[in-house]
Nanobody, 120 residues
Framework: VQLQASGGGSVHAGGSLRLSCRGS????????LGWFRQAPGKDREFVSG????????DYAKSVKGRFTISRDSNDETVYLQMNSLKPEDTAVYYC??????????????WGQGTQVTVSS
């Protein structure tokens, strides 16, 4: 069972990145999917989540209005479109899957992380 994240990179402030995370080894169609991030010296924090059917989304206050989460149930992939990036968005981003169908509360599975670096 694996969650494979990709799409990280380095951009200047104001730029955009799109993260992807694809599940394999089991079906995640009934799972809530989401993204967390961890900056150096800080705890891992919730960024965004989406329900199993895409009807419910949730965002951290710090990214609301700039980030958009979506999912494609056909290939069990979750995306995070990140616009207007700021240096404080710099972190390792992790995707996660929670068997709680609507909210990512206590993930059952984690991806390996992808680095996002935003320079000023």
């Amino acid at each position: 069972v694996q969650l494979q994240a990709s799409g990280g990179g380095s951009v200047h402030a104001g730029g955009s990145l799109r993260l992807s995370c694809r599940g394999s080894g089991r079906t995640f169609r009934n799972y809530a999917l989401g993204w967390f991030r961890q900056a150096p010296g800080k705890d891992r924090e919730f960024v965004s989540g989406i329900s199993w059917n895409g009807t419910y989304t949730d965002y951290a206050k710090s990214v609301k209005g700039r980030f958009t989460i979506s999912r494609d149930s056909n290939d069990e992939t979750v995306y995070l479109q990140m616009n207007s990036l700021k240096p404080e968005d710099t972190a390792v981003y992790y995707c996660a899957a929670d068997s709680h169908s609507y909210k990512v509360v206590a993930p059952d599975y984690w991806g390996q992380g992808t680095q996002v670096t935003v320079s000023s």
